[in-house]
Nanobody, 119 residues
Framework: QVQLVESGGGLVQAGGSLRLSCASSGDILRINSMAWYRQSPGKQRELVATIYRNSTTNYADSVKGRFTISKDNGKYTMFLQMNSLKPEDTAVYHC?????????????WGPGTQVTVSS
């Protein structure tokens, strides 16, 4: 069984920084892409950043230049460095990856970590 666990969320003032981590464990055979999503009350889930197997990255326009996604292939761990945080970045952040685990090809999700940015 594959499990993802996020950490690093918390309360920070606007302009501050946080670094989120996502640790994966279980029967992992191949990860094709990893991503961070966020969701705040009353809003749809938003794709924040993606990193592919070849380390190519994509970012939502709202976080370009402020957030950086990275990964540690050997440990199936993913990170999101968030700088110059704004109140509108407040949300629950979920990590996710698409690939092959014990259950075959599918997308796996973590439970999320709360990020709150005060003005």
């Amino acid at each position: 069984q594959v499990q993802l666990v996020e950490s690093g969320g918390g309360l920070v003032q606007a302009g501050g920084s946080l670094r989120l981590s996502c640790a994966s464990s279980g029967d992992i055979l191949r990860i094709n892409s990893m991503a961070w999503y966020r969701q705040s009350p009353g809003k749809q889930r938003e794709l924040v950043a993606t990193i592919y197997r070849n380390s190519t990255t994509n970012y939502a326009d709202s976080v370009k230049g402020r957030f950086t996604i990275s990964k540690d292939n050997g440990k199936y761990t993913m990170f999101l460095q968030m700088n110059s945080l704004k109140p509108e970045d407040t949300a629950v952040y979920h990590c996710s990856w698409a690939g092959v685990g014990a259950d075959g090809l599918q997308t796996y999700w973590g439970p999320g970590t709360q990020v709150t940015v005060s003005s």
